[in-house]
């Protein structure tokens, strides 16, 4: 596949997830996919998933304890399998209130048209303060 496809298929990706699309999410995936989004353990969606059930649970923890998520990808660099989207999250923390509002860099692993990693990264330690209702120690 060609670097345009790659980042095209990403997109259509992030479309979904703005829509609550999670059927064409998963769509994009291939079966054995890893997801893994770094984060402390106070993050109800951080740590490694691997297959649609898993990832599906990801989503699911995400909707279970924000509202209004947003994830706005800025730029693409694409390369061979790989694509990095930069940008920001927005979401509301249901329990705490807390606003989270942080840059993001995704790295997606892309094979013969499909997702078969995920790797995110975020202010993990602003996150988690969100989630906590208090600030997390930074190392």
Known sequence: MNDQHNIGLIQKIYAAFGTGDVRTILAGLADGAEWINHGPATIPYAGSRTG?????????????????????????????????????YTATVRNTGAEIDTPIAHIFTVRNGKVVRWEGFSDSARVAEAHTGKATAVR
């Open 52 to 88: 649609k059930t898993q990832i599906l649970e990801f989503f699911q923890a995400i909707a279970d304890s924000t509202t209004g998520g947003k994830v706005i990808a800025e730029d693409f660099i694409a390369q061979a399998d790989t694509v990095v989207a930069l940008g920001r």
